[in-house]
């Protein structure tokens, strides 16, 4: 109790009038507004072990239909093991092999039974099936976190939501962007629908950045 004091009295100084928090424990998002939750939506959240970070940012932009890059960790954590068990699992998930160049390689041009694979970049194509699903939510972070859609729904359906690698998958994230960008001109909720839909790489940047803060409040 002491310490979610400390936490709220943090949490509570200078908000502005719009801003979005994400409870970790709770694996709960909520955008406010003049003091009033205006959306709320359930979160899956980052494991035990792949902790999300307590974030101070602010949101700048909202990504429609994004390639996943996986980040280093992830290759060296999750792809290189998983590769050495299930030799195709890249090609079945979308996922493109560049080198420094960005010359597109074949997953048999790489030695998984090493640390070769983390020099390389590891893209997964937009669509139905990419780890981000069709939106992802940007704003800085030290640690390369984000916000974002996800393919696998039935997740949020369960009790123990901590399944992510830091991350934050959202519920009905469309909901959460359609009051993002309400004042950005040109994108009201009907031009956000055509740009999830149609399938295509876009970008919407916010006009004014809305304050984020990631926390622990158990």
Same mark, same amino acid.
């Given at each position: 109790?002491?310490?979610? %004091?400390?936490?709220?009295?943090?949490?509570?100084?200078?908000?502005?009038?719009?801003?979005?928090?994400?409870?970790?424990?709770?694996?709960?998002?909520? =955008?406010?507004?003049?003091?009033? =939750?205006?959306?709320?939506?359930? =979160? #899956?959240?980052?494991?035990?072990?792949?902790?999300?970070?307590? @974030?101070?940012?602010?949101?700048?932009?909202?990504?429609?239909?994004?390639?996943?890059?996986?980040?280093?960790?992830?290759?060296?954590?999750?792809?290189?093991?998983?590769?050495?068990?299930?030799?195709?699992?890249?090609?079945?998930?979308?996922?493109?092999?560049?080198?420094?160049?960005?010359?597109?390689?074949?997953?048999?041009?790489?030695?998984?039974?090493?640390?070769? =694979?983390?020099?390389?970049?590891?893209?997964?194509?937009?669509?139905?099936?990419?780890?981000?699903?069709? %939106?992802?939510?940007?704003?800085?972070?030290?640690?390369? #976190?984000?916000?974002?859609?996800? +393919?696998?729904?039935?997740?949020f359906g369960g009790?123990?939501?901590?399944?992510?690698?830091?991350?934050?998958r959202v519920q009905?994230?469309?909901?959460?962007?359609?009051?993002?960008?309400?004042?950005?001109?040109?994108? +009201?909720?009907?031009?956000?629908?055509?740009?999830?839909?149609?399938?295509?790489?876009?970008?919407?940047?916010?006009?004014? +950045? @809305?304050?984020?803060?990631?926390?622990?409040?158990?």
């Amino acid at each position: 109790l002491k310490l979610n %004091i400390s936490r709220l009295k943090t949490l509570t100084t200078n908000l502005g009038p719009r801003y979005v928090v994400v409870n970790i424990p709770a694996a709960r998002v909520e =955008a406010i507004e003049h003091d009033l =939750a205006v959306s709320r939506h359930t =979160a #899956v959240v980052g494991r035990v072990s792949r902790p999300s970070p307590d @974030v101070n940012s602010k949101i700048i932009e909202v990504n429609f239909n994004p390639f996943w890059t996986v980040p280093v960790s992830l290759v060296r954590k999750d792809l290189i093991p998983i590769m050495e068990k299930e030799p195709d699992y890249l090609t079945r998930n979308h996922i493109r092999i560049y080198d420094a160049r960005h010359n597109e390689l074949q997953p048999s041009q790489i030695n998984w039974y090493s640390e070769d =694979a983390i020099h390389y970049t590891f893209k997964q194509d937009p669509g139905d099936f990419n780890s981000l699903g069709h %939106i992802k939510i940007n704003f800085p972070s030290p640690q390369g #976190v984000y916000m974002h859609d996800t +393919p696998e729904k039935d997740l949020f359906g369960g009790d123990f939501r901590y399944d992510s690698s830091g991350c934050c998958r959202v519920q009905n994230v469309r909901q959460l962007v359609y009051w993002l960008l309400d004042e950005t001109k040109g994108w +009201p909720p009907e031009a956000v629908d055509k740009a999830v839909e149609s399938g295509e790489q876009e970008n919407a940047r916010l006009a004014k +950045p @809305v304050p984020l803060h990631w926390v622990y409040i158990t």
